[in-house]
């Protein structure tokens, strides 16, 4: 069965390499802040995950396409990608000894049949507590500004911001590399 991921990520990407599971990639277009989309984060993460896999399928007519998305989610406020340093720190500073939810949506669809499972995976993540001064020297270090890419506003897998996570509390690879493998292969079991 042919797997097409509808994601660029490469974290993604390397959670299939590594698992020796073939695919193909692509990166889907589609505009994550379209008007009326859901507020509830569940069902967020589910729908922009159907509509990346769904941007990618309209290229195929065989195979399994896989679309995912993540965020955060703290004190009933939505935490996508930090757009800056600052806003880096100052989630960083809120979340410091807190504990948050972490979702992860994922959405298949096989082709030629059209048949769809759509999931959403929770992972809690507790924080230790966090000085400035730490904060600050990841941010620092973070060259690439890496921190854009987690919804956290830091690198579970690198550098002083590994250190952050106290306890993992469900998925650990949905928080380490934001698809929750085990999910998928069950959702690959069930897709005809």
């Known amino acids: 069965m042919k797997i097409i991921l509808a994601t660029g990520s490469p974290y993604r990407q390397a959670v299939f390499r590594n698992a020796g599971i073939e695919f193909e990639a692509y ?3 589609i505009d994550e802040k379209f008007e009326g989309r859901p507020t509830e984060p569940s069902e967020l ?7 990346k896999a769904e941007e990618v399928a309209k290229n195929f007519t065989d195979g399994v396409v896989i679309g995912f998305d993540s965020l955060g989610f703290f004190n009933g406020e939505i935490l996508e990608k930090p757009t800056s340093y600052n806003e880096a720190f100052d989630r960083l500073r809120r979340l410091s000894g807190n504990s948050y939810s972490f979702f992860t949506g994922v959405y298949m669809k096989k082709l030629p049949t059209g048949n769809e499972i759509v999931r959403c995976v929770e992972t809690k993540v507790s924080m230790r507590i966090l000085s400035n001064e730490e904060i600050k020297e990841y941010l620092i270090s973070d060259k690439e500004k890496l921190y854009k890419t987690y919804a956290q506003g830091f690198d579970p897998m690198r550098g002083i911001s590994s250190t952050f996570i106290k306890n993992i509390s469900g998925s650990y690879l949905n928080i380490l590399q934001g698809i ?3 999910t998928v292969v069950e959702m ?3 897709i005809k």
């Open 27 to 29: 990166v889907s277009n």
């Open 45 to 51: 993460v589910k729908a922009l995950a159907e509509l």
């Open 188 to 190: 690959l079991r069930e």
């Open 180 to 182: 929750p493998l085990e």
